[in-house]
């Protein structure tokens, strides 16, 4: 099945207790289609970058089936840039630069070949943007997936909550579904989002893994899954971890075409086991150079890590 | 199978977001002992109290199967008395009295017949009365399990160093074991723990659930295991969640009296689901009203929670 991913295309410059490095690949489009690429080879890709994007870089998207019609590339500009610090406990950190460059007037028009996709996955971007890739959709997908932050929350909720009507799926961090319902409990903050729009939801909590509920559209009873972070040696570096997590689960749905909450629940570990990868280096740099076996590995691992028999055989 | 229960058996105030209760029964035995009821009748409880407390609780305590037979009462002093108001969010708290009482100079002594039992629960107390304990028994437990906090590390770590190197298991949270082992990374953290004494491990996080990481004793392996915490609607009341989780955990092993790695992750998930249950009312309250159909039906929400199927079926 198809792909659409919507996002950014940057440059980062990150710092951990690991590390440091300058000018790295990074966007959450790019976490996106790298961990979705795994699974399906038919992505399009909407996107803006300047002029100072590595070819390379783009070859290698492109060698992994993912469609660049969509990424503009404007000439005599800068690329997204973010620079942050981690903290050493690596679940905190500092904004050091944000500078928007092209996307500061970043306006996705979808080529022909775009708009008429199964599966689209809405990455994290001011929610006017994510409204106007949906708009040009001639068919309705499969499902629209879409995540969104805090800042959105603060600065832009009407059209936050305008979005969020038109999409089937919502992934957000545990304190994000806190701040959009207030509400503590996860589970009460759940039932509210999924009055708002989606009828997935899956709630994100770091290196505390990610809950995953389902609201069944014909008895409205709602389903729990939870799926754990791989507990890890080192962790070197969180950038795009939640990126490659949906980038994952939205993989992994695309190429199984199947919406049952026991596939959605499949979908939710293969997230998890991508993004346990992704922090395992710096930048993308894991994502490309994995492969399925290693994949499937780690998914028993994650098998074996929760399960358990009610009864001693 | 038999076990033995050392901890605090006392009075808490406490306030919640859900109300405030005055004077009602806690301490750690306490609820170690009554989650660990639910699995075996030949429980042996050793702690001090007043002459304040309240018979019918004791009687309480004997008919669920806990021998009170090493609970000093002394009279004309008062119980240990703790009062604490948790924060909005229920993970955090903080302490508005301790007042040790006849816990200041509490000498365990061991009845006759409490020195030869099979499993012990060492419940968080000053290092130096948990190793008393120890010293008293004429054999060989299949199982001695402890329980302790940060203040021990802070004030009595060489003590606390030297009841770890004779205990089987200990059960601490994540901070702990992170204070403990200078890394931030709960494997390593679990790694040099598994050195220190113990080879079992469980650490402790709350709301985001419970690691068990054993190391086999013939090839040095490290297994690790993850039970989530159950997602709730409304949690009334955090104290006394990690003792009884401790107890649920302690008394299904001794109820089973199987120390495989399968054996012990059921062990766990009891403990969880003992946990889940504490916290939906004030004090002990819902850990006096439970019956084993309740139990196990909750065990089966905790499996379908995490159980996913790796193929399309």
Redesign the interface.
Known sequence: MSLLVVGTVAFDSIETPYGKVDQVVGGAATYISLAASYFTNQIKLVSVIGDDFPKETLDDLTSRGIDLEGLQIRQGEKSFFWAGKYH???NTRDTLVTDLNVLADFDPVLPDTYTAVDYVMLGNLTPAVQRRVLDQLTHRPRLVAMDTMNFWMDHALDELLDVLKRVDMLTINDEEARQLTGE?????AAQRILTMGPHILVIK?GE??A?LFLKDQDDEELH?????AM?????FDPTGAGDTFAGGMIGYLAQ?D?LSF??L??AL?YGSAMASFCVEKFSIEKLTELDVPQILER??RF?R?????????
């Open positions: 050493n406990d690596l503590y409990s996860l589970v009460k909590k505390h893994g809950l729990i899954f939870y799926a754990p507990p890890l040696m080192d962790v199984t199947d026991d596939n629940k499949r570990v998914i028993e098998r890590l929760v399960h358990f028999d009610r009864e001693n055989a």
